[in-house]
């Protein structure tokens, strides 16, 4: 094994984390697993092949119908903490200390402290963040309430997808080795069955005809499983993004969860759960709410989220997220008005019947210039914050992360393949114009930039984003695609030097 050096001015954080015995602990789980993480891997790339080569579309697998038809098996219930989850605080990147102390004096019943979609991986982020874990499960913080009364801790940790290694499952194969992982783990650090549990983010099209089977395969770890609208649109893209019939339109006209194969995705998700015994959780609602309660920016946007929570709410959900800390009042007051007790597992949803064409008929809509332009610009901005080592940032009142890059830039190079015409003037989606929408809005964001070495970024992630979306190939997820790229590796040499001994800011751009 080898281990580089601490990032400056995190010595005594490393010393900390990397004790002979966590070290030793580590080298035996690569070790034993590494080979098997290697298979699941080479087997993604070989189903995504195939589907490529024969046109073949997914549908529930004729080889488990057993687990589906055996009406008796149930996910090992969740201890008492983890049963009422109605609101928990996403994209919480735990190296921005200030913030993840502010969530744990929170009433949110739990906290996702995110290593994947909101965090960026640099190497002084990792050690913070997994540090700032450390001082808050040891009760070393100051001002904060004893770790058996703050909200839980629930950790994300990066997925398979981004190289080093979310449990973003794929399939119910993927499923079984991460059981196979957890027993491991319990009987290396001598717990109880059981004691490990983990939420499954359903966010791959292939993994939602997969749902039962994964719960099967985790059913003594099981935490339940979560949607993702953005990861799982992302997804068809990746998986079918060049036929013309899985065309996605415009997201921010035509596309959410009210939308037809996203709720069906929601419902199955919701029910599946509830047969098992398991929670279901929806999404996060990515809205910054205005600080002035007597604005009507503030009560458009509390009206607007409550109408989408409501709608998962009204579907079953036992949970979901929000960002901003501002709305976990609200929204468990809606929790509160609209159910009864600490879940909904007994909402089964007999109602709900999908099929595989649920799930797989797009929306109908267009393209339309400013969709196109805000993709962009989430995009661009998105591989800004990334090199300059953060995970999410602040875009026209809402927080954008991975997920929201991955739509965005899924739909560009899709609608570029396609030649896909606006709506506004007939004009088509082509590698001309993004090329020039993308310049328009590189002087446009200039202007926010106040040092050389911030235009110098500025202009390269726009490069970068536009190497992206002009691939022929589909890169399948663009963190790994920056994270392998020799502009971010040699980027964090520099702007480490900045960040030493403090907390970044998030810029509102």
């Not at 744990?104 to 913070?128: E, H, M, R, W």
Request: proline share 5%.
């Amino acid at each position: 094994m080898e281990l580089s050096p601490p990032p400056p001015g995190l010595e005594a954080e490393y010393e900390s984390l990397f004790s002979t015995g966590s070290l030793l602990f580590l080298q035996e789980l690569i070790s034993t697993f590494d080979e098997e993480v290697d298979q699941v891997l080479k087997l993604r790339i070989s189903r995504k092949a195939h589907l490529d080569l024969t046109a073949d579309l997914p549908s529930f697998l004729e080889s488990t119908t057993h687990i589906r038809r055996d009406p008796v098996w149930r996910v090992l219930p969740v201890p008492p903490r983890l049963q009422r989850r109605h609101v928990d605080i996403g994209d919480l990147a735990p190296c921005d200390t200030e913030r993840f102390v502010k969530a744990l004096q929170s009433s949110a019943q739990g906290l996702q402290v995110d290593f994947d979609d909101g965090n960026c991986p640099t190497y002084y982020n990792q050690i913070k963040g997994l540090h700032n874990v450390f001082k808050a499960v040891h009760n070393q913080i100051p001002n904060l309430p004893h770790i058996s009364h703050a909200p839980v801790l629930m950790l994300r940790p990066r997925a398979w997808n981004m190289v080093e290694h979310n449990l973003m499952v794929e399939s119910f194969m993927e499923a079984r080795l991460w059981n196979k992982i957890f027993v491991w783990t319990q009987h290396k650090l001598g717990l109880p069955l059981g004691s490990i549990k983990a939420t499954v983010l359903i966010e791959n099209i292939l993994a939602a005809f997969e749902m039962e089977e994964i719960l099967y395969e985790l059913r003594d770890h099981s935490a339940g499983l979560n949607c993702g609208i953005w990861d799982y649109s992302a997804s068809i893209v990746n998986k079918f993004g060049h036929r013309q019939d899985f065309l996605l339109p415009d997201r921010s006209k035509y596309v959410n969860m009210e939308k037809h194969f996203l709720r069906s995705y929601m419902d199955l998700l919701v029910q599946t759960c509830h047969r098992r015994g398991a929670l279901a959780t929806g999404g996060m609602a990515a809205l910054l709410l205005p600080q002035d309660p007597l604005n009507d920016p503030h009560s458009t946007v509390l009206a607007t989220v409550t109408r989408l929570k409501l709608l998962e709410i009204k579907a079953g959900v036992d949970g979901f997220m929000v960002y901003d800390l501002s709305l976990i009042e609200p929204m468990q007051k809606l929790f509160k008005l609209h159910t009864e007790g600490d879940n909904q597992l007994h909402q089964l949803r007999h109602d709900v019947t999908v099929t595989p064409e649920d799930l797989l008929t797009m929306p109908l809509g267009g393209v339309t210039l400013y969709g196109l332009k805000y993709n962009i610009a989430v995009g661009v901005l998105f591989v800004n914050a990334w090199l300059s080592g953060k995970g999410h940032f602040f875009y026209r009142g809402q927080v954008e992360d991975s997920a929201t890059a991955e739509i965005s830039r899924s739909q560009v190079w899709q609608w570029i393949r396609h030649q896909t015409q606006l709506e506004d003037d007939s004009r088509v989606v082509s590698r001309r114009l993004v090329t020039m929408l993308i310049m328009e809005l590189t002087r446009e964001l200039r202007t926010l930039c106040h040092s050389v070495r911030a235009k110098q970024r500025l202009h390269t992630a726009a490069d970068m984003f536009l190497e992206v979306v002009l691939k022929r190939d589909f890169p399948e997820f663009i963190t790994t695609y920056l994270i392998q790229d020799h502009t971010f590796l040699s980027s964090q040499n520099t702007e480490q030097v900045e960040s030493l001994n403090t907390d970044w800011p998030q810029a509102k751009l």
